[in-house]
């Protein structure tokens, strides 16, 4: 095993359990922080990236806010250019832009996930983030 | 100066401007993370308490969400007994409860404050916590 690929925690927050595997190309780990309910419909999760982790494409219908609290990775929305995440970055995604974050290959990346108005219809998941993709970023 | 009280930053984020007096007992700072828009309606704050600061008796029309970063505070809400908050701790302030939040006297606090449904209304301040109130936690 790599030890440099080993991620014994998050930051501040719970690591939390794996993430779906579905979803996901690679080790990713999601806490719970604040569960859905019908007052707030704002879930906030605790999501951290092992390196080279990165989830599929998707969509959020009602939009979705990253803090990024620690690590190093990417946000990208379709057709531009990958930006790259540092610890104290604030990324707004709109709703139905469709994107995809993960950590960088050499470096774990942590963020807070907050989705507002989660009423208003859960995630769209598409095709992952392919091999080829992520390595001509 | 006392240097013990002296804050030089926040954690993670900006610790941002000194938070408007008339609605704090001491000295705290507020950095804008995501600005209230019409999309989200879900401002984020990342909000930093001197020692022995704290916000006056407030409500939320649409509730709010903190997420401890760091240091050590309190929260309460009217009627119940003070709970400390500590590093990780999460709250969930449900709309319209009267509730307000701070640091300890013998230390700074800092949390995430997410304001989901903001398009419910304005936060309706109230009275301050006074030092007999705080003093007797």
């Given at each position: 095993m790599n030890k440099s690929k080993v991620l014994p925690g998050s930051v501040i927050f719970p690591k939390g359990e794996k993430a779906a595997p579905a979803n996901f190309i690679g080790t990713a780990w999601a806490e719970v922080l604040v569960a859905?309910?019908?007052?707030?419909?704002c879930p906030v999760f605790n999501v951290t990236f092992e390196p080279g982790?990165?989830?599929?494409?998707?969509k959020h219908p009602g939009g979705q806010i990253l803090l990024v609290t620690?690590?190093?990775g990417y946000y990208q929305e379709e057709g531009k250019k990958a930006q790259v995440l540092r610890e104290g970055d604030i990324i707004k995604i709109p709703?139905?832009?469709?994107?995809?974050?993960?950590?960088?290959?050499?470096?774990?990346?942590?963020?807070?996930?907050?989705?507002p108005n989660a009423n208003k219809g859960?995630?769209?998941?598409?095709?992952?983030?392919t091999d080829e993709e992520y390595n001509n970023l």
């Amino acid at each position: 095993m790599n030890k440099s690929k080993v991620l014994p925690g998050s930051v501040i927050f719970p690591k939390g359990e794996k993430a779906a595997p579905a979803n996901f190309i690679g080790t990713a780990w999601a806490e719970v922080l604040v569960a859905d309910d019908s007052t707030f419909h704002c879930p906030v999760f605790n999501v951290t990236f092992e390196p080279g982790a990165r989830n599929n494409w998707h969509k959020h219908p009602g939009g979705q806010i990253l803090l990024v609290t620690g690590g190093k990775g990417y946000y990208q929305e379709e057709g531009k250019k990958a930006q790259v995440l540092r610890e104290g970055d604030i990324i707004k995604i709109p709703p139905h832009v469709k994107h995809w974050h993960g950590a960088a290959a050499d470096s774990w990346l942590a963020h807070i996930a907050i989705i507002p108005n989660a009423n208003k219809g859960a995630p769209e998941w598409l095709e992952p983030v392919t091999d080829e993709e992520y390595n001509n970023l």
